[in-house]
């Protein structure tokens, strides 16, 4: 029997579903290639897999993908809709839309299973946030962590999910205020809802409807504002017939991309009754598509169309797509096309001010606006160190952080070719992918990433350095 190399250690920052896919792919692949590894697992939550995505625990909030296409493992497409037979078997269907609650169970199981069964490769989970980091001469990367330890590392994938939902569009007298929800999945976050009042969610993506879900009862009208005033459009109630993706031909750019778009729909509705067979087979292609628009056609797209895209993209499941149309035919729910100009936080709530010219007086502000992926604008002191340490620099877009076609982080400009053994996946790669934040999506994102680093862990070792989990000096 082959014996294990000598050991390597890799962190992963951040433990949602990217990082708990990602660390327990690369101890499936060390254990492959008989690398003793240790991969650190760094993040403040007390449970893995879990994240705001899935860190709900209202049975409401739904998945958008049917069960079928959310297994962790692309090379075992029933493992989730196994896991689900042997766990909640009235859940266990290929087409159900399953409580996101099990999604989050489902991998915190997955990798405590592959944890317990690695041979020689061990997980360490860090209950802290990353703070800090930098790269050595010896290409080692170190993390300062928010418990006062530094982590040293041979090399690192940052999985950070989904930021904070944008609050620049608030008045200040509302962000400071009690009335104010800022992070609608924060837990007990809605607790500052007073009961009975009417509610505005500022926002009308997928998030609004999981929380008019939560916030809906008798006598409480939940008002719900967005530029645009676009809803996500529903998933089909049946399952519909696969369409093959198109041909792409033709010079890129914009214009092209929306012809061939609108072709291809045109085509799937006559063939199928149906645009959304022919939205769903333009997913392998999205990437290609995308790369291939000049950069002025990517910032108008950003610009123009990508709200309509998302829409239908992003799409809800049946039950809460019924439950949403009933709310709004019952009058608990009202859609305005517009944006809030102005509020003045009174004794009973906020008094709101659209620019539309209507007047709300409602019980709370609910922030239902999206993640942002404009990294260079955040205030996070990890993102602020990794830019001044030249190890990561913001993609053209504005949307993520600048990459290579497998996920690894490219330098600031003036670095040269060095590039630190540093990688991403999932929202971090949104300027490079477009399509980057479904589990369809980063479970491959994952794979690839954890193949990469094991290789050139495994080609590249250094038994004599110094490393692990240290106190500070």
């Known amino acids: 029997m082959k014996s294990y190399q000598s050991g390597s250690d890799i962190a992963v920052i951040g433990a949602g579903a990217a990082g708990s896919l990602t660390a327990t792919r690369l101890l499936q692949h060390a254990d492959r290639h008989r690398l003793r590894l240790d991969v650190w697992l760094i993040d403040p939550a007390r449970e893995n897999g879990r994240g705001p995505a899935y860190g709900t625990d209202d049975a409401r909030h739904l998945l958008n993908v049917p069960a079928a296409r959310m297994t962790a493992f692309a090379e075992d497409p029933d493992h989730f809709v196994h896991w689900l037979a042997d766990r909640h ?260 709530g906020v008094r709101v001010r659209l620019s539309t010219g209507t007047t709300l007086d409602v019980g709370a502000v609910v922030n239902c606006t999206g993640s942002r992926s404009d990294v260079g604008s955040l205030d996070d002191p990890f993102l602020h160190s990794l830019f001044k340490t030249g190890l990561a620099r913001p993609h053209a877009t504005g949307l993520g952080l600048g990459a290579t076609r497998d996920g690894r982080l490219l330098s600031a400009p003036g670095r040269g070719d060095v590039r630190a053994p540093l990688w991403a996946l999932g929202s971090l790669l949104r300027g490079e992918l477009l399509e980057t934040t479904a589990i369809p999506e980063i479970r491959v994102q994952a794979d690839g990433i954890a193949a990469s680093a094991v290789a050139l862990l495994k080609r590249d070792e250094h038994p004599q350095r110094h490393r692990g989990l240290f106190a500070s000096p």
């Not at 946030?129 to 050595?136: E, L, M, V």
């Not at 792409?248 to 063939?271: E, I, K, M, N, Y």
């Open 89 to 348: 078997p009235q859940h266990a269907d290929h087409d159900a839309f399953v409580p996101r609650v099990l999604y989050g169970r489902y991998l915190a199981h997955v990798l405590d299973d592959t944890a317990r069964r690695s041979a020689g490769a061990r997980l360490h989970r860090v209950q802290a946030r990353a703070i800090g980091t930098a790269h050595h001469d010896d290409s080692t990367l170190s993390f300062l962590l928010s418990s006062g330890r530094t982590l040293r590392v041979d090399a690192a994938v940052l999985a950070l999910g989904n930021f904070a939902a944008d609050c620049r569009w608030a008045p200040e007298t509302l962000r400071t205020s009690h009335r104010f929800v800022a992070s609608p999945w924060s837990p007990d976050a809605l607790c500052a809802v007073p009961p009975g009042a009417d509610v505005l969610l500022v926002g009308t993506g997928l998030t609004m409807a999981d929380m008019t879900l939560s916030l809906q009862r008798p006598g409480r009208t939940v008002i719900a504002v967005s530029r645009s005033g676009l809803l996500p459009q529903p998933h089909a109630s049946e399952p519909l017939p696969q369409s093959p993706p198109p041909v792409v031909a033709g010079p890129p750019g914009l214009d092209a991309f929306r012809r061939t778009v609108l072709t291809h729909l045109s085509r799937s509705r006559r063939a199928h009754g149906d645009w959304r067979p022919g939205f769903d087979s333009l997913r392998p292609l999205t990437t290609d598509l995308w790369r291939r628009l000049p950069p002025a056609d990517r910032t108008r797209f950003l610009k123009e169309h990508l709200r309509l895209w998302e829409v239908h993209r992003h799409r809800m499941p049946p039950p809460t797509a019924a439950a949403v149309r009933q709310a709004r035919e019952l009058g608990q729910l009202r859609i305005v096309s517009g944006h809030l100009t102005d509020a003045a936080v009174t004794g009973e």
